[in-house]
């Protein structure tokens, strides 16, 4: 059973292009939340995503950022215009299930993608 | 305030000695759920364990314990008879009631030492 999948796993950007980042969850799980990784921090959440909608993207910078989890096909976490301060690392984790009461972990994360903007 | 909050940035502990990681959080929600997980420098996000706010015991999972004292508000990591693969980041998170996300510590620096 494939775990969750994202790619690029590392991923170099000039400033102000474009930076598209895939997760493909885990088969089964409709729930998909994304967190980024500063360097020598723990994970900040960005956005909380169900196939074809936002649930929650309290997280997400107001612009540039924007994500999407369609019908067919994988989440996709997109920055336009990248600058240096996006470095980081993305990651990943799927669910089966979104909210509910707390029980044993539910997410499962993928390996990450390092972007960096040079 | 921090939800999380990991006091120890980093530290060394020689090789098959038990260490602790401590770990407190700040919650009024009566449930919640406590979660390490450990991040190499491969850098994926690896689940150790699990502590549920209505939980009896202490969670353990093989080497790793979770020292919950829920009063103190606190859900230390206790990995015993450390190894050299132990050697990564690890990170305390919280989940708070029905809430579906992860509040993440800042995280402490483990070198096992041979």
């Known amino acids: 059973n494939a775990g969750v999948m994202q790619n690029p796993r590392h991923l170099v950007r000039r400033r102000g292009q474009e930076a598209r980042l895939r997760c493909s969850p885990m088969?089964?799980?409709?729930?998909v939340y994304w967190y980024r990784q500063l360097p020598e921090e723990g994970l900040k959440f960005m956005v909380y995503l169900q196939k074809e909608n936002i649930i929650d993207e309290s997280g997400m910078p107001k612009e540039r950022f924007s994500a999407e989890f369609p019908k067919e096909g994988p989440s996709i976490l997109r920055i336009q215009q990248v600058v240096r301060g996006d470095s980081a690392a993305y990651f990943c984790a799927s669910s089966l299930t979104g909210t509910g009461y707390t029980s044993s972990y539910e997410q499962y994360f993928g390996p990450g993608t390092r972007l960096t903007v040079t | 305030a921090q939800k999380i909050t990991q006091t120890q940035p980093g530290m060394f502990v020689q090789e098959k000695e038990a260490v602790t990681l401590d770990c407190t959080y700040d919650t009024s929600d009566p449930s919640y759920g406590l979660f390490w997980y450990k991040q190499p420098s491969s850098g994926e996000m690896i689940f150790l364990i699990y502590?549920?706010?209505?939980d009896q015991q202490n969670a353990t999972e093989g080497r790793y314990s979770l020292n919950f004292q829920k009063a103190r508000k606190s859900a230390n990591l206790v990995i015993s008879a450390s190894q050299l693969g132990d050697s990564a980041m690890y990170f305390c998170?919280?989940?708070?009631?029905?809430?579906?996300?992860?509040?993440w510590g800042a995280g402490t620096k483990l070198i096992i030492k041979p």
């Open positions: 998170a919280m989940r708070e009631g029905g809430n579906y996300q992860l509040i």
């Open positions: 088969k089964g799980h409709s729930h």
């Open positions: 502590q549920g706010s209505y």
